[in-house]
């Protein structure tokens, strides 16, 4: 539709950094995914040399990621996708999807997402949690440390109530490890 807005669904960076103007943001859930550290960065928060660890939705069929949807006038929708399309997809790891998104306030909303190509050679898998806080307390990529960015988003899932254990449990971790200078 022509005359409706846009809306993003931000989980990781664009939580706290979308990067374009939005007129509304809500708390929303994207059901059959996972927010997890399954994607080398190799260009972001590492290098070639030494990749870090970031963010992507990884399909799992019973689960749900929280995060927020953010809404574009219908006017900048053109412009946004080729920002987003330009920040996301910078080495092909992510898909850009539309899928069915749920709000807090109860509407549900068809939203751009990128999710995880599980076929694509940055794709980890299940790495377990304490390879990760290894990878992610020793990267630093072209936008910053690896640290930076665990730390953002766990920050702002606090200040916006949302508990993800697994991110928690690496943010004291990597704290662990920066402390004692690995």
Excluded at 36 to 45: E, L
Excluded at 74 to 86: F, G, I, N
Excluded at 89 to 111: N, Q, T
Aim: net charge negative.
């Amino acid at each position: 539709m022509e005359n409706s807005p846009l809306w993003v669904f931000g989980y990781g960076s664009l939580m706290w950094n979308p990067g374009f103007d939005y007129e509304e943001r809500v708390l929303a859930t994207l059901p059959g995914y996972a927010r997890t550290f399954c994607m080398w960065s190799i260009h972001h928060r590492g290098t070639p040399e030494k990749p870090g660890l970031v963010l992507a939705l990884d399909p799992h069929e019973d689960e749900e990621c929280h995060g927020l949807g953010f809404s574009v006038r219908p006017a900048l929708k053109l412009q946004v996708l080729d920002y987003l399309r330009e920040r996301e997809l910078i080495s092909s790891a992510y898909v850009e999807k539309f899928l069915p998104l749920k709000l807090a306030d109860g509407r549900e909303v068809e939203a751009v997402v990128y999710v995880v190509d599980t076929d694509h050679v940055q794709y980890t898998g299940a790495l377990e949690l304490e390879r990760q806080a290894q990878v992610i307390a020793g990267a630093t990529g072209g936008r910053g440390p690896n640290t930076e960015y665990l730390y953002n988003t766990q920050a702002h899932l606090d200040e916006l109530g949302i508990e993800d254990a697994d991110l928690r449990w690496l943010a004291q971790r990597v704290r662990s490890l920066s402390d004692s200078g690995m």
